[in-house]
Antibody, heavy 121, light 110 residues
Framework: EVQLLESGGGLVQPGGSLRLSCAASGFTFSNYAMTWVRQAPGKGLEWVSGFSVSGSTYYADSVKGRFTISRDNSKNTLYLQMNSLRAEDMAVYYC???????????????WGQGTTVTVSS | QTVVTQEPSFSVSPGGTVTLTCALSSGSVSTNSYPSWYQQTPGQAPRTLIYSTNTRSSGVPDRFSGSILGNKAALTITGAQADDESDYYCLMYLGSGIYVFGGGTKLTVL
């Protein structure tokens, strides 16, 4: 069974940092693009960042320069390093698996349960 | 900046058919937008229904279907059931590695 398990969320002060992790199992992790999506309280889904199979990384304008996506294929784990956090970054953060192996642009098919990031002083 | 627009809300009768749509502010939706659709109920993670315009995700019943209608992406639900009452989001690939979600449609079944 394909599973994604996020961790690393918590309470952080404005300007602080957090690193989220997403542990993957049940599929050949290195063959799939991976994505981070977030959802602020009471709001819709927002695409945050993507990591292609070829190693390219992509970011929404709202996080570019502050967040860094990375992956460790030997550990089947996706990461999101979040720096200079703002109140508007407060959200549930989901990782998601690319829908089609070897490609980046087909959307996602499996989601984790999410991890909550709270930004407050 | 490209905006993806969905109907904010929609209502369907049990057993009825409803088509939700997704439009791009910058032009027409095509298969190169690789539209995908997601269902979310309150407090739960999203569930993938459709990817790459019209491919159903594993375990999704065939009463959910995706298509391009005119210049929009479309999700059609036939034989609506009470547990289809959810929020529905589309996701569009804009190119250069960038995706954008639509604002979501709240579907009521009554």
């Amino acid at each position: 069974e394909v599973q994604l398990l996020e961790s690393g969320g918590g309470l952080v002060q404005p300007g602080g940092s957090l690193r989220l992790s997403c542990a993957a199992s049940g599929f050949t992790f290195s063959n799939y693009a991976m994505t981070w999506v977030r959802q602020a309280p009471g709001k819709g889904l927002e695409w945050v960042s993507g990591f292609s199979v070829s190693g390219s990384t992509y970011y929404a304008d709202s996080v570019k320069g502050r967040f860094t996506i990375s992956r460790d294929n030997s550990k089947n784990t996706l990461y999101l390093q979040m720096n200079s956090l703002r109140a508007e970054d407060m959200a549930v953060y989901y990782c998601a698996k690319g829908a089609v192996g070897g490609t980046y642009y087909h959307g996602v098919d499996v989601w984790g349960q999410g991890t909550t990031v709270t930004v407050s002083s | 900046q490209t905006v993806v627009t969905q109907e904010p809300s929609f209502s369907v009768s049990p057993g009825g058919t409803v088509t939700l749509t997704c439009a791009l502010s910058s032009g027409s939706v095509s298969t190169n937008s690789y539209p995908s659709w997601y269902q979310q109920t309150p407090g739960q993670a999203p569930r993938t229904l459709i990817y790459s315009t019209n491919t159903r995700s594993s375990g999704v019943p065939d009463r959910f279907s995706g298509s391009i209608l005119g210049n929009k992406a479309a999700l059609t639900i036939t034989g609506a059931q009470a547990d289809d009452e959810s929020d529905y989001y589309c996701l569009m690939y804009l190119g250069s590695g960038i995706y954008v979600f639509g604002g979501g449609t709240k579907l009521t079944v009554l």
